[in-house]
């Protein structure tokens, strides 16, 4: 996809991510976080969508059925996601290179998005000795989420 | 050896590691297996074919 030019840049995110550094998690779906030519555009996954179509996979909900998998294709939607994106780690997945979102921005999109299980994520990530208290906060402060760190960590982290 | 012992026996083996272990291929692939098992137990859980709920309405 990226090669024939339809997205710029991708990396697994949500709970696929997460698994490179916890325990595995239940999971439904694989989230892709994609850069492509035209994000304000209204239909801007045509491009992706049309590729999958051409190779076979088809259009499920929201997702596109590749194997027994729906995924989830998300254009980057903030800052945040960019540089999440651009720092991804390369990683293999049974022998093919694939892009993955590190630890403490997997932790800051949750801190970020901030429903239960996003805190139980970022909790998983801390214990798995991953990323650290002080890289979530500096890249939450970085991105404008300093208070949404602040009242994270009185709340699960500092009672 | 025929491929359906080869699959279980290779299944067994992911499960019996320690989740700490696996690689995350490994961890993805076991959450894979778990969604397919619940995939293909829920329908009969639901008509109550196993695990049928006792007069209290408890299954376990």
Partial sequence: MQAAGVIHDYAFFGAIAQMRYTEPVITLDVDVLVDIPSPDRIDSLAGVYEFCARKGYRPEGEAVRVGSWPVQFLPAFNALTREAMVQAETCEFDGIPSRVVRAEYLATIALSTGRSKDHERILALLESGKTSRENIETLARRHGLGEAWQRFARRFLDE | ?60
């Fill in chain 2, 1 to 60: 050896m025929n491929d359906a012992i080869r699959n279980l026996l290779a299944k067994r083996s992911l499960w019996q590691k320690s989740r700490k272990d696996l690689s995350w291929e490994e961890k993805i692939h076991m959450v894979e297996q778990v969604r397919d098992e619940v995939a293909r137990w829920l329908p009969a859980y639901r008509k109550g074919t196993i695990f049928p709920a006792k007069p209290d309405g408890n299954r376990g």
